[in-house]
């Protein structure tokens, strides 16, 4: 067996190579996440706005938009609300059947696409996909997630982290052209106030397999966050953003797996997508990135998920892991 700095420094050449194969490379920026603070939002927006009023008004005819999980909870709610203002919706699910029964329910232009973000091979299939269908995305809502009761793994990775982290990275890295395409393409990640409940230290760097260590929804949450931060770093100098949103705790099909543990102040989905389908394509989150957001406004947050050294290591972890996924 090689020595572990011989893997180490085979792992970092193998990230490196897949660096400068991703488009990203292109428009990689140093500099602070942040640009301009959230402006405030308009008058009466608040923790009890619908997303179909947070985008009343507006006219997304021309724009397209692709959402992961828009089978079901805030994605489904999130596509149909933009499709509903004219926005071509392309929406995620596992299968045809799931993209079929969304399609049904989603009235006006939206296109579904098979993606299962715990298999890389999907991802990359459906980015070509979507590479062969639009030539710019406007924004792209990393939605899709997953909260498991027991220890599930992908190729040796704790899945949740799988699924809600490496699966959106790839797919963003893969998309991140058409992103950069539009106007003001925007990259909005569902995070969650639980990173906070992330395991001590944050990102399990010299375990991934989640053995060991529990809050694996945390974990997985607080990549998301780490994930939108460097993002925004990267994106500096280009017009495209990137903003991580919480949609606070909302009644949907989440916790299926491990029972039905909401409160009674759990939002509806209404409420639930206000804050991602604003952060999408609200005319006020123009050019603003490398921000946090609940309710239309900058969330508090716990220090690790602002620690931009472990946003960048994660980075590199993830090209890596990714990387490694495709050499088989
Ligand atoms: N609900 C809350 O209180 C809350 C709070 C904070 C953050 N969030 C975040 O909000 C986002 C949406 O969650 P939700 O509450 O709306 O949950 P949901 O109703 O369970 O919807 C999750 C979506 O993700 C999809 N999905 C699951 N596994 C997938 C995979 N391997 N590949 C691709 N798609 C997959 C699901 O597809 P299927 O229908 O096929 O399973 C579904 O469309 C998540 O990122 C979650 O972490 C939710």
Known sequence: ????????????LQAAAFLAATPLAAALRAGPAAGPGIPEPPEGFDDTTTAEAATRG??????????????SGIGRETARVLALRGAHVIGTARSQAGGAAAAAAIPGRFTPLV??????????????RVRGLVPRLDALVCNAGIV?????????????????????????????????AAPS????????????????????????????????????????GLFS???????????????????????????????????????????????????????AMAGVSGHYLRDFRSAEQGAVQRDAAMARRLWDVSEALVGDAARG
């Open 1 to 12: 067996m090689a020595p572990v700095s011989m893997i180490r420094r085979r792992r970092f």
């Open 58 to 71: 507006l006219d997304l005819a021309g724009r397209t938009v692709l959402v992961t999980g828009a089978t």
């Open 115 to 128: 993606l299962d973000l715990a298999d890389f091979d999907s991802v990359r299939d459906a980015a070509v």
């Open 148 to 180: 498991l009761d027991r220890l599930e793994q992908v190729r040796g990775i704790e899945k949740t982290f799988v699924v809600n982290h490496l699966g959106h990275f790839l797919l963003v890295n893969e998309l991140l052209p058409q992103v950069l």
């Open 185 to 224: 393409g925007r990259v909005v990640v569902l995070g969650s106030g639980d990173h906070e409940r992330a395991p001590v230290g944050g990102i399990q760097f010299d375990d991934l397999s989640g053995r060991g260590w529990e809050a694996r929804y945390a974990h997985s949450k607080l990549a998301n």
């Open 229 to 283: 931060l460097e993002l925004a770093r990267r994106l500096r100098g280009t017009r495209a953003t990137s903003n991580c949103v919480t949609p606070g705790h909302t009644r949907t099909n989440i916790l299926r797996h491990v029972g039905d543990g909401y409160r009674a102040d759990a939002r509806t989905v209404a409420v639930g997508a206000a804050t991602p389908c604003y952060a999408a394509v609200h005319p």
